[in-house]
T-cell receptor, first 111, second 118 residues
Framework: GNSVTQMEGPVTLSEEAFLTINCTYTATGYPSLFWYVQYPGEGLQLLLKATKADDKGSNKGFEATYRKETTSFHLEKGSVQVSDSAVYFCALPNYGQNFVFGPGTRLSVLP | KAGVTQTPRYLIKTRGQQVTLSCSPISGHRSVSWYQQTPGQGLQFLFEYFSETQRNKGNFPGRFSGRQFSNSRSEMNVSTLELGDSALYLC?????????????????FGPGTRLTVT
């Protein structure tokens, strides 16, 4: 089945620093790709998605580009804020198993 | 539109007991999925229900079961609780209707039920 590999962190950055969280996937065909975010004590929220190769998903200053040639979907943000502190999950559909998620990357942003 | 709701938010149970968790999906969504989240195993898929039928199932023992009602609300049940069942149980709903993979249908998650087994 489909699978995803994601840097686990934790990642600690100062406010206004640049963020990259790496995600690579193995999949049959070209499924949609997703980033979810989980704030402390909450469920997962959809952050962004891309549905085909070279698509760029974006939301709240975060971006990720669907790279078919490198099977990657890295999450980036130019200037992180303290409020971005959370756990980030890369995910893709897995036939018969709904979604498969990466292990999550915990981000801490210091003021 | 109201989001996915889960009740209760917190539960403490004793080993050997059983527990029932409830999930109400977003209005109009007929697909409801359940996931278990633990620090060691991460997010693992339990099962999916669509139109009152279990459509997909993950690799969990038979102690984990679920059902869906005609209004799309879903419950999951864990019998004979073990310490290792302590986890955050997340419910997600989707507008997905087909069975040929999840496609581009994102899942919307509830806040979860934190189950502690002592």
């Amino acid at each position: 089945g489909n699978s995803v590999t994601q840097m686990e962190g934790p990642v600690t950055l100062s406010e206004e620093a640049f963020l990259t969280i790496n995600c690579t996937y193995t999949a049959t065909g070209y499924p949609s790709l997703f980033w979810y975010v989980q704030y402390p004590g909450e469920g997962l929220q959809l952050l962004l998605k891309a549905t085909k190769a070279d698509d760029k998903g974006s939301n709240k200053g975060f971006e990720a580009t669907y790279r078919k040639e490198t099977t990657s979907f890295h999450l980036e943000k130019g200037s992180v804020q303290v409020s971005d502190s959370a756990v980030y999950f890369c995910a893709l559909p897995n036939y018969g198993q709904n979604f498969v998620f990466g292990p999550g990357t915990r981000l801490s942003v210091l003021p | 539109k109201a989001g996915v709701t889960q009740t209760p938010r917190y539960l403490i149970k004793t080993r050997g007991q059983q527990v029932t968790l409830s999930c109400s999906p977003i209005s109009g969504h007929r697909s409801v999925s359940w996931y278990q989240q633990t620090p060691g195993q991460g997010l693992q898929f339990l099962f999916e229900y669509f139109s009152e039928t279990q459509r997909n199932k993950g690799n969990f023992p038979g102690r984990f079961s679920g059902r869906q009602f005609s209004n799309s609300r879903s419950e999951m049940n864990v019998s004979t609780l073990e310490l290792g069942d302590s986890a955050l149980y997340l419910c997600a709903s989707s507008s997905r209707t087909g069975t040929s993979g999840s496609g581009s249908y994102e899942q919307y998650f509830g806040p979860g039920t934190r189950l502690t087994v002592t």
